[in-house]
């Protein structure tokens, strides 16, 4: 089944969700109306007379590519979400950018005065792709408020150990007798390896901590002296020194030694961001508490419920049980809303193909996701989805397949652009 459907009143107050074949009924009734496509939600002719609010929490699980989102009612998960990040897509466009600019620059060489270093950071800045993850899950966060009577937030706040698991590897905390308890440690490592084995790649098999350099010659038990195997590897290098076990595999040498120095990135940036975003949500005036990853995969294995960003987030915190209520999750992916860009270049790096200043055509904008009804022509039939206006009035239309010269006059907007696709 799935996800509730939100349900708001005339003055566009919350109301409880309600069961998608209940939304249907009032609207086949004529007693509600579509007010929003993504997330659905009916909006009321009428006010409701002595309904009691149900309490609902909303979940968040931010994550480096996907946040998880849940909406519960008791132990009944009733909505789930998974917002898709587009981090790399902005280092991505700012790296280009730099290396326009800078080359603009090496060009026409007019003295420039040396203005590196010159530049301060306010406190709590965050990279533009950092910052982004915090921003559009705030949107969302406050966009299902909106439409649904929350009234407390978790959050899921560390993934790993404490607050002092920013650089485990270079403060030098040791497994076993530090503050980093043997089940931290584990995760660490596994997330570190990408869950497989380091020597020969083996993955979904029981994995074991293995000491690079051996302990009987010396190896420490510093995390960046650690790595993840299978149990034959582990075995076969027994207290070998590392360049022994593989000095017939020069480039695995290499990438497990360059691996194992460096600490895992995303970590630190997870939890920046996770932080962030706790500072942003006391600002919706809710109460949130928080709860740590650990406490998540221990709720999730306990109840036996698979692994997806949206379950996650309905596992943070201290919860007794779960029902999983809705199958399909909504899956929101942030496209962003396209670039300033005036013109393209060729492959040469000239002028070339200019991009067309009208964004709105016939009131639609290219990424409208619209319903089209062709009553006459070749392309009688009901077509829905993102659609790409031309300035001649005839627009292409992405369901599956890609529709192509469909006139505008056919078209109406279901769902207007607003920087995110949705899908189940
Ligand atoms: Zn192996």
Redesign the pocket.
């Known amino acids: 089944m799935s996800n509730y459907v939100f349900v708001i009143d005339p003055d566009k107050q919350p109301c409880n969700p309600v069961h998608p074949a209940k939304a249907q009924l009032l609207l086949n009734q004529k007693k509600a109306a579509v007010f929003r496509r993504y997330p659905f939600t009916i909006i009321l002719n009428e006010k409701q007379k002595d309904v009691e609010a149900n309490p609902l929490t909303l979940k968040i699980d931010l994550g480096s590519q996907t946040t998880g989102i849940a909406i519960l009612n008791g132990e009944n998960v009733v909505w789930g979400a998974e917002l898709a990040h587009r981090g790399q897509q902005i280092k991505s466009d700012l790296e280009s950018r730099r290396a326009i600019r800078r080359n603009r620059r090496n060009r026409k060489t007019r003295y420039r005065p040396a203005r590196f270093l010159n530049r301060k950071r306010e406190k709590g800045w965050l990279a533009p792709s950092l910052q982004h993850r915090v921003d559009t899950t705030l949107t969302w966060i406050k966009k299902l408020i909106r439409y649904c009577p929350v009234t407390n937030i978790v959050q899921e706040l560390v993934r790993f150990d404490l607050q002092k698991m920013e650089n485990p590897e270079i403060s030098g905390i040791e497994y076993q007798q530090g503050e980093l308890q043997g089940y931290e440690v584990r995760e660490y490592l596994l997330e570190k390896w990408n869950r497989q ?6 993955k979904n098999i029981p994995l074991q901590i293995e000491h690079i350099h051996p302990k009987s010659k010396g190896g420490t038990n510093r995390i960046s002296n650690l790595c993840i ?6 075995l076969a290098k027994g207290t070998q020194d590392i360049k022994d076990f593989l000095s017939g595999k020069p480039s695995i040498l290499k990438r497990v030694l360059s691996q194992a120095k460096s600490p895992l990135k995303d970590a630190a940036a997870v939890n920046s961001t996770r932080w962030a975003l706790l500072n942003a949500l006391k600002s919706i005036g809710l109460p949130i508490s928080t709860g740590s990853g650990g406490q998540t995969k221990f709720n999730r294995t306990r109840l036996n419920l698979p692994k997806t960003h949206w379950i996650d987030a309905a596992c943070v915190g201290t919860i007794e049980s779960l029902r999983i209520i809705t199958k399909q999750p909504l899956l929101i992916k942030a496209t962003g809303h396209g670039c300033r860009q005036m013109c393209r270049t060729d492959k040469f790096g000239f002028p070339s193909r200019y991009v067309p200043r009208l964004k709105f055509i016939k009131g639609f904008q290219t990424g409208d996701i619209v319903k089209a009804i062709v009553t006459s022509g070749k392309k009688i039939g009901t077509y829905v989805g993102r659609v790409a206006v031309r300035c001649s009035g005839s627009f292409n239309i992405s369901t599956p397949q890609l529709i192509q010269g469909i006139g505008h006059k056919y078209c109406r907007a279901i769902h207007r652009k607003d920087g995110y696709s949705y899908s189940f």
């Open positions: 084995c380091a020597y020969c790649g083996a195997t299978c149990e034959p590897c582990n």
